[in-house]
């Protein structure tokens, strides 16, 4: 039998990969993103391509709490409930914080935390009537030290680790698996504004010695929604040992 997940932000690098793996192992996959359509049906059509897997598109701002209530709405028409939900749209801002103006603040909260609220709130109550459900949320190892001209960014990843915590001591009982991935620097366009001599400095400061790739991030999310069910709460480092 099928099982249903919704990756948030699947356009293309970490969430992408994800559906890709998720649809080759009998899920079918909710996509999900806010703009890029036409990237969107592309991931739609490689997953059609393979035998026996299935995807709907659900496109919407994951950041919209109205625009997640159609998201969930369109998800109903197809299934009960949500096996997995993978919270993974976010976006980056790189600047001084004096800098920062209150739409680019608001943006980045919105997109990196409160989509991850707004979508646990729509996934959970069917959860709970199952008793059964992982949520898995693509958080940041800044979200666990910080990073200099990503304050915003940092205190939105650190908003997404403590919202797993406690969600996964809320749902604890009801059977629910909440954790989060502390990814490191990863190989997506998030970092494609890096020059090269950027890059190879970034680089040169993580012991693995290079970035990881944004498969190497859904093996990890797959294996949370396969993992024991007794872990929860927890916060993954996977980051080439950066910290
Ligand atoms: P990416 O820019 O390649 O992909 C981001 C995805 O999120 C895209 O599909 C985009 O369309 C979508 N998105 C953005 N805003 C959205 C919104 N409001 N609603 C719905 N979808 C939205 O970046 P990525 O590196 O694949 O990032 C995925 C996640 O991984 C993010 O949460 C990011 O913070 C996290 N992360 C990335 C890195 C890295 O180095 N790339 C490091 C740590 C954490």
Request: proline share 2%.
């Amino acid at each position: 039998m099928k099982k249903y997940v919704l990756i948030t932000g699947a356009s293309r690098g970490i969430g992408r990969s994800s559906a890709l793996l998720f649809a080759k192992n009998n899920y079918h996959v909710f996509l999900n993103c806010r703009s890029s359509a036409d990237e969107l049906t592309q991931v739609k059509e490689t997953i059609d391509r393979i035998e026996g897997a299935s995807c709907d598109i659900v496109m919407g701002d994951a950041g919209n709490p109205k625009e997640v209530r159609e998201i969930f709405k369109k998800i109903e028409t197809v299934c009960g409930r949500l096996d997995v939900l993978v919270n993974n749209a976010g976006i980056s801002h790189i600047g001084l914080l004096s800098d920062m103006s209150d739409d680019e603040w608001d943006a980045v909260i919105q997109t990196n935390l409160s989509s991850v609220f707004y979508c646990c709130r729509a996934a959970i109550p069917k959860m709970v009537s199952e008793k059964r459900g992982r949520i898995i949320n693509v958080s940041s190892m800044w979200g666990v030290s910080g990073a200099s001209m990503e304050a915003a960014y940092s205190a939105s990843k650190s908003g997404v680790n403590g919202l797993t915590r406690a969600l996964a001591k809320e749902l604890a009982p009801s059977n629910i698996q909440v954790n989060a991935i502390a990814c490191g620097v990863i190989d997506t366009v998030m970092n494609s504004q890096l020059s090269e001599s950027e890059k190879k400095a970034l680089e040169y400061d993580i012991p693995m010695g290079r970035f990881g790739s944004p498969a190497e991030i859904a093996k990890v999310i797959w294996d949370l929604a396969n993992a024991p069910e007794y872990m929860t709460g927890q916060i993954l480092g996977v980051d080439g040992g950066y910290l």
